[in-house]
């Protein structure tokens, strides 16, 4: 602020110099009891202008813009209307001192001209310190200009004195900061609002791969902004953006556009800007594009009516809505049938120079009426803040009330009238709380024909009529898009910076894409859950099992009790003929033992079927493995004692002896009972056998088994294995001894059929989970109980019931003399 005010202090004194070119007024000015400012770049000032000596800035030698000129009529007309009522402002008229403001960088005085009083600039410090009431300034409240990037170097002038500035053209978004713009209002929406709509087009068409171009300016960067940042996380991609300067690049510009593949081109830029590049575009034969005007040009009237502009492709826009405003043509005959556009010498300032007489009355009202009705109730703001402040009212107002700036801001944030049926409001950011936009398409006659709506007020309602557009594709809605979309059950995989561009990559078994929520990923499904090759969504697994109701499950469980039950007889029948050779042979009370154990085995059987739980997974396992492990240590001792008994004993006397002192057969099978039971102890302790899903065979079923932890469980399979090798390598020895003394060989068939079952069960395990593993598995159990069983106990009790003969002691003693003849031999 301090070097504002110096600035000030300084440019008061360059005031004066430039007032040497003022002469009285023209249509530029107008006398009243109150002064409204307006600036208006009647001319445009594009490229940066050097001087090697400080001078004044011709406006009238820079282009002419007719559309602004139109602007700049309607506020000369506004404020004649205003002082022609007698209802408004009664016996009060209202003035204005209108500039051109053609440069945002050399057009000052005529800023200065508002802020000063009788031609002086009295710094702040002195206000402040010689006068008790508010510095009164030349204008009450100020007009314009339409261009963000004038406004925002003009604008801190008036916001130190808070000089209200109603703006009717200047959209960057900055100005809703009421911190840094206190006394900023505008009568055009923001363009916050302008971009949500450009947004709602493009997302309409379904349109992603879109450039946007943009003005080198506060408005157009800040509009570049607002798009990125509307269009984050959505499935639009910004593919090519560019600030078109003072000379920029077209044909540049269009050989990247068509590079990358880009159809859909924003053009938010100030009409003249656009023309430029419209033209350029019918000169490089740019075709097939589809182009979103913004607000600035989408009514331009010479463009429609170029010649090729069809080849380019189809224009569509946003628009303010089209507002006739009564009387103003009338006017505009009126005022050129004066001719009040003088020459330079004539008017007060050098940036008042109109050089229009050549125009006419048709050009002007035929010309782009756009921000005409933000220039009409801009004037008219000021005018109701005005009556209100004056407190007008019974045909008359207050004319003892002195009237400051700040007095009529006030009353313009109050503002609540209506207007061409309009209701006129600015909300807490000085933004317009009313109006719409328009959506326009230029069709085959040259017009911009109403094809939809965007309304602001009271809710926001968006609509498009698709079948007024016609397409340069036939009526085939245009596509851009930077990769096609993925086929059903395919995952997006980003390729290169913009998500737009990706690959498709099918999801596999157990995964499926949801393009709603996350079009880039393949989602596992839950473990409850499968899906096919290429799904969108996961389907449940079926549960199974095998239940106690199963066939299998039932002949097998029936099996068991008949083992059970034989277990029982043969236990009865060794226990009749205990003193008998067959069974002393075969054991004797080991018989029992094993008999027992066997029995015990079957136990597991019972719980490989229905669901399993915790205690049926340790059940399936433990007593199969305990008792089975006694069973194969009772063999291993009987092979090594029928070893020893015709190999052994006759080399090794001593260890016979040792062996029967101790009765070393019971200590071997208590210390594999007790290491069997510790190994399964700690096998538990570290990893209890659990319910398992087996989920990865089958991805549409839900196995359910028994978790066996290999590991913890190893020591207990590695004691079976030893016992079971032991037991096979005694009674291979045994291989050779008398053909009717057969225990050797019935024990090696019986390890034979044991390993054969296993290792069928590995090899069937490793190629198949499904639910009937499980009843291989007890199968296999029971296969292991009835190969001890059938091929060791029962012949032995046929000898007994139906060979009774062979079981005599002279029967075996003559088998063991025969033996015993044929080694010594």
């Not at 009409?376 to 107002?397: E, M, N, P």
């Not at 154990?597 to 305990?626: G, M, N």
């Not at 002192?661 to 039971?677: C, E, S």
């Not at 989920?695 to 913890?712: G, H, Q």
Request: net charge neutral; proline share 4%; glycine share 4%.
């Amino acid at each position: 602020m301090k070097h504002c005010l110096a600035f000030l202090c300084l440019l008061g004194f360059v005031f004066h110099a430039l007032a040497q070119c003022t002469v009285p007024a023209s249509e530029f000015h107008l006398e009243g009891d109150f002064l409204i400012g307006g600036l208006f770049d009647i001319h445009q000032a594009n490229a940066p202008l050097y001087h090697d000596r400080p001078e004044a800035i011709d406006c009238s030698s820079q282009p002419f813009s007719l559309t602004h000129y139109r602007m700049f009529q309607l506020m000369r007309f506004s404020v004649e209307e205003i002082n022609n009522s007698t209802n408004l402002l009664p016996n009060v008229s209202l003035g204005y001192e209108i500039f051109d403001h053609c440069s945002d960088t050399q057009s000052f005085p005529s800023i200065l001209n508002f802020v000063s009083v009788n031609g002086m600039i009295q710094p702040w410090h002195e206000q402040h310190q010689q006068q008790t009431s508010p510095y009164k300034t030349k204008v009450i409240a100020v007009v314009g200009p339409i261009s963000s990037t004038h406004t925002l170097t003009v604008a801190p002038l008036f916001m130190v004195d808070l000089i209200p500035m109603v703006n009717y053209g200047s959209s960057s978004s900055v100005f809703s900061k009421k911190a840094k713009f206190p006394s900023f209002l505008r009568t055009v929406h923001s363009n916050t609002d302008s971009i949500e709509v450009i947004f709602n087009i493009v997302q309409h068409f379904n349109w992603r791969w879109v450039a946007f171009l943009y003005i080198d300016n506060d408005y157009g960067i800040d509009g570049r902004e607002l798009f990125i940042k509307r269009i984050k996380d959505t499935e639009i991609c910004l593919a090519y953006t560019k600030g078109l300067g003072d000379k920029p690049d077209y044909s540049q510009i269009f050989k990247q556009i068509e590079a990358q593949r880009i159809y859909i081109i924003i053009v938010f830029t100030p009409e003249m800007t656009a023309e430029a590049l419209i033209e350029s575009a019918i000169q490089l034969n740019i075709t097939n594009k589809v182009w979103i005007a913004g607000e600035s040009w989408s009514l331009n009237k010479r463009l429609p009516k170029t010649k090729g502009i069809k080849n380019i492709g189809t224009v569509i826009g946003l628009s303010q809505p089209l507002q006739t405003i009564p009387g103003f043509n009338d006017f505009i005959y009126a005022s050129k049938s004066q001719n009040n556009c003088l020459n330079a010498e004539q008017n007060m300032f050098c940036n008042q120079v109109c050089n229009c007489s050549s125009l006419s009355a048709e050009d002007i009202i035929a010309t782009n009426p756009s921000f005409s009705f933000p220039v009409y109730s801009a004037v008219y703001g000021i005018a109701h803040a005005l009556h209100h402040t004056l407190q007008c009212g019974s045909g008359r107002c207050n004319g003892n009330i002195k009237v400051y700036p700040h007095m009529v801001l006030a009353e313009l944030k109050k503002s609540n009238f209506t207007l061409l049926n309009q209701s006129i409001q600015f909300d807490e950011n000085g933004d317009p709380k009313y109006g719409s936009y328009s959506i326009v398409f230029w069709n085959h006659s040259g017009d911009a024909e109403e094809i939809g709506f965007y309304e602001l007020y009271p809710t926001i309602t968006f609509f498009i009529n698709n079948s007024k557009i016609q397409w340069y594709m036939n009526g085939e809605v245009p596509t851009s898009v930077c990769s096609p979309e993925c086929p059903v059950g395919h995952a997006k995989k980003q390729d290169g910076i913009h998500k737009c561009c990706f690959t498709c990559e099918i999801c596999l078994n157990g995964t499926y894409v949801n393009s709603t929520e996350d079009p880039y990923k393949c989602i596992q499904c839950k473990k409850t859950e499968w899906s096919a090759v290429g799904s969108t969504s996961c389907n449940l697994r079926v549960v199974e099992y095998i239940p106690f109701t199963d066939r299998g499950a039932i002949m097998i469980m029936v099996g068991t009790w008949v083992l059970v039950g034989l277990t029982a007889a043969m236990s009865v029948l060794f226990a009749v003929n205990y003193n008998t050779p067959i069974v002393r042979s075969a054991g004797g009370p080991m018989c029992f033992l094993i008999l027992g154990c066997l029995s015990l085995c079957s136990i597991s059987v019972f719980f490989y079927f229905d669901k399993p739980t915790t205690s049926f997974c340790i059940l399936r396992f433990l007593p199969f493995v305990l008792f089975y492990n006694v069973c194969l240590a009772c063999f291993v001792v009987r092979s090594f004692q029928i070893v020893c008994i015709f190999k052994i004993a006759a080399k090794f006397p001593k260890l016979q002896t040792w062996w029967m002192k101790y009765h070393g057969k019971w200590l071997v099978i208590t210390v594999a009972f007790v290491t069997q039971a510790l190994l399964l102890l700690i096998a538990y302790s570290f990893d209890t056998s659990e319910p398992y899903n087996e989920t990865v065979w089958y991805p549409d079923k839900i196995i359910l088994s028994c978790n066996l932890d290999l590991k913890a469980s190893s020591g207990s399979m590695i004691l079976l294995s030893s016992l079971c090798c032991l037991c096979f390598i005694f009674s291979y020895m045994g291989k050779d001894l008398p053909k009717n003394y057969n225990e050797a060989k019935a024990i090696t068939f019986c390890l034979i059929l044991l390993i054969l079952t296993w290792i069928i069960f590995a090899t069937v395990y490793m190629l198949y989970r499904g639910k009937y593993i499980q009843t291989l598995n007890a199968l296999a159990v029971l296969s292991s109980l009835y190969s001890f069983l059938l091929w060791y106990f029962l012949p032995k009790c046929y000898i007994i019931i139906f060979q009774p003969h062979k079981n005599t002691q002279q029967y075996f003693q003559g088998l063991i003399q025969n033996y015993t003849k044929t080694i010594s031999q």
